[in-house]
């Protein structure tokens, strides 16, 4: 599968559309598979970490306010690509474009001033510290004059009022992170990467380790966002229902490739498992090698 001589898979890679017939080794996506007007886009990236390669030629396209939806095992890649798109690591070879224009990112600060902001797998909240807090960590609003006291004041009344706006209830904004459930943690996190400009939210794993009611809280949250307007949302997931029901369109990644994508409403939970059972059934048969 992991073929170096295997073309990149891109967007214009043929496919019937009949996943089941058609080979792991070529992406499928249908004709029409592609949004019309894109906010990112990898083209071949290829990242490698000494004698591993993570991403294989990973091609991919984010639509303008859509949601897509990353799928895939673990060491699949999935995180590894968040991480490009984040400047947190650089391509070993392929492109990037954001907002159509070709685009090196060359550091976290660099996606950020651009609209990409992550909201990772670890999080990395600060839990000991108050939900407003964590919302300005890094960019907390100071008074003006030479003491450059905190203005506490002001940070809590935007913060309450960011999660109001977009429909996350807690408490107190002065309650420490760490009293919150892990959905809530979670919807904070979300506030903040939201609530400093983001245009492209890049979600890893978001619902990991929670409960159907915490699950359903961030898919609402993430919903709600992209009904606001304005942001183009890739998530990481594990789950295939929940994925279909959220993303507009979905893509699989496995062994550091893209290997399927389509439209959610245009594919199910049993064709995705079928593409993952074949892809077992091939690596049994191939000895279980990458
Ligand atoms: N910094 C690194 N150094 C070396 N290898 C790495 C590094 N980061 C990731 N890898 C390897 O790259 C591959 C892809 O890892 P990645 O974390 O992207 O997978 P993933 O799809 O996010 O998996 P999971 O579902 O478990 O989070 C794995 O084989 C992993 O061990
Ligand atoms: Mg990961």
């Known amino acids: 599968m992991s073929d170096p001589q295997q073309p990149a898979p891109g967007a214009s890679a043929a496919s019937t559309g009949d996943a089941a017939s058609s080979s792991t080794r070529g992406v499928t996506s249908p004709q029409g598979a592609q949004p019309a007007r894109e906010a990112l886009r990898g083209d071949g990236l290829v990242k490698r970490f000494g004698a591993v390669t993570a991403l294989d030629g990973v091609s ?69 510290l108050s939900i407003y807090h964590n919302m300005f960590l890094n960019r907390e609003i100071v008074r003006r004059g030479p003491l450059r006291l905190l203005d506490h004041r002001r940070m809590r009344e935007i913060a309450a009022q960011c999660l109001d706006d977009i429909g996350v209830h807690v408490p107190s904004v002065d309650l420490p992170v760490e009293r919150l459930s892990g959905g809530q943690r979670q919807a904070i996190a979300v506030a903040r990467a939201v609530h400093s400009n983001a245009k ?81 059934r091939a690596m049994r048969a191939a000895g279980g090698a990458r």
Do not use: W
Not at 114 to 123: A, F, K, P, R, S
Not at 203 to 220: F, K, S
């Open 60 to 128: 991919f396209t984010l639509g303008a306010g859509e949601i897509l939806g990353v799928l895939g095992d673990n060491g699949a890649g999935k995180s590894t690509l968040v991480k490009i798109l984040t400047g947190y690591h650089q391509q070993t070879a392929g492109t990037l474009y954001v907002n159509g224009s070709e685009t090196l990112l060359r550091s976290v600060d660099h996606a950020r001033s651009l609209g990409i902001e992550c909201v990772y797998q670890d999080l990395a909240l600060a839990n000991s």
């Open 200 to 280: 492209i939210l890049l979600l890893d794993e978001p619902l990991a380790a929670m409960g159907a009611r915490e699950a359903a809280l961030i898919l609402d949250l993430v919903m709600r966002l992209k009904e606001k307007g304005g942001l183009s949302i890739i998530m990481i997931m594990h789950n295939y229902a929940q994925t279909l029901d959220i993303a507009d369109r979905i893509v699989l990644m496995q062994r550091g490739r893209v290997t399927f994508e389509q439209h959610s409403a245009q594919t199910s939970v049993a064709e995705l498992m079928e593409i993952v059972r074949r892809e077992y």
